[in-house]
């Protein structure tokens, strides 16, 4: 069987780590602290800084895996060229990884090589060079860090007030040693999709049906699976996704994030890995979730359709407080209400805002989406993380 790096293990490596063990795969879990919740299930666990490439190096020398599978973007994904060269395999390409990690990269491709639709945007590398680019933006405007996730050092500048303000957050929230931001230009959308998309070794390009979600802080709080588009809309996210995942190459699942607005959809962002609001999936809306189709197309089993099951609603469990053993209440409110479910992810500390698990609610094909994310909401407000 196969051996999996699996570099980054919080809630959606411990997934991941789950689909790999029931079909006896072996994972290495990696991550920066001790008892990750994908570390808590893998055959072995490797506490690391990878952005550290000697000690990423190290690891890969040291278990010689059959698969390198970035989970996170902090990571020193440039070593991902050599290790291609060396005969690895990387999750999805060493060009996806290091494209995808990076704003910037990514964002260029899509725009200027493959000539997608998105928001005008600009970049700074100070807080000088960012009241430059907001001006020739204009306002209201989003500012992100080259690299970040879950909506870590994301804000929106209304005012020259809050400029100031906006480039030292982003730096706060930035992953890795890149300090450099990307200003959007605000997109008037009408709402928002992920557009889960396989991409197989040997076979077709696959698509999820597309997924609604509800953000605050740049975070996702909920989403739905369908959400409700026109089959014309839907086409012409499918082909915008398809020509940015061939562009960058391999195979697994990818997270392609659209906005949908009157004058058409525009391209987002790409995350080449299962996505946090795929985690409606886990509601068995599909006939297989985001992480066993991510794990099948890794391994190169063929995955001859994706196929709507039932309508399903994660809603985020969030802490509110500082804890090194966070307890759960309300568990038993969510478990007593019918066509429902839950995941705690296990992480051994807490801090305000931090995912610390989900709640999942599921009704029949023909069900009401809007009842059922309404359910899911309800519920994890009942859940008390302390």
């Known amino acids: 069987m196969a051996k999996i ?56 020398e040291k278990y010689k895996p059959d698969y390198i599978v970035p989970e996170i973007e902090a990571i020193r994904t440039e ?10 395999t990387v999750i999805p390409s060493a060009k996806a990884a290091n494209f995808t ?66 480039w030292t957050f982003s730096q706060e929230g930035s992953r890795g040693d890149v300090a450099e931001v990307i200003v959007e230009a605000f997109i008037d959308f009408n709402y928002e999709i992920t557009l889960l998309t396989v991409t197989q070794r040997n076979g077709e390009t696959l698509f999820c049906p597309p997924i609604g979600h509800r953000q605050e802080r740049g975070d996702y709080m909920e989403s739905w699976q369908p959400a409700p588009m026109k089959s014309d809309v839907l086409k012409e996210a499918q082909q915008m996704a398809e020509k940015v995942t061939t562009a960058l190459t391999g195979c697994g699942i990818w997270g392609v994030e659209f906005f949908v607005a009157d004058d058409g959809v525009y391209f987002s962002e790409l995350s080449p890995r299962p996505h946090d609001t795929g985690m409606v999936t886990l509601a068995k809306t599909q006939n ?10 890794v391994l190169g089993l063929p995955i001859p359709e994706i196929t709507q099951e039932r309508i399903g609603c994660s809603a985020v469990v969030l802490a509110s407080e500082n804890s090194d053993n966070p307890i759960y209440s309300g568990l038993e409110k969510v478990a007593a209400s019918p066509k429902t479910d839950f995941r705690i992810f296990g992480k051994p500390t807490s801090r305000p805002y931090r995912r610390m698990g989900v709640v999942l609610t599921y009704e029949k094909v023909d069900g009401n989406i809007s009842e059922v994310t309404e359910k899911a909401k309800n519920l994890a407000k009942q859940v008390k993380v302390k």
């Open 101 to 166: 990690m990076n704003r910037k990269a990514i964002r260029d491709l899509a725009a200027k090589e493959l000539g997608l639709k998105t928001a005008a945007y600009r970049y700074a590398t100070s807080a000088e060079s960012l009241k430059k680019a907001v001006s020739e933006i204009g306002m209201p405007c989003v500012v992100k860090p080259l690299m970040s996730s879950s909506g870590k050092g994301q804000s929106t500048i209304k005012t020259e007030a809050d400029i100031e303000n906006a």
């Open 5 to 60: 790096l699996l570099l980054g293990s919080g809630e959606l490596g411990k997934e991941f780590t789950i689909a790999a063990k029931r079909i006896g795969q072996t994972v290495i879990a990696v991550d920066s602290y001790k008892d990750a919740p994908a570390a808590q299930l893998a055959d072995f666990a490797e506490v690391i800084n990878m952005l550290d490439g000697k000690a990423l190096d190290a690891l890969v």
């Open 79 to 88: 070593r991902f060229y050599e290790y291609e060269k060396q005969g690895y």
């Open 288 to 297: 297989f979730n985001e992480f066993e189709l991510h794990l099948r197309a």
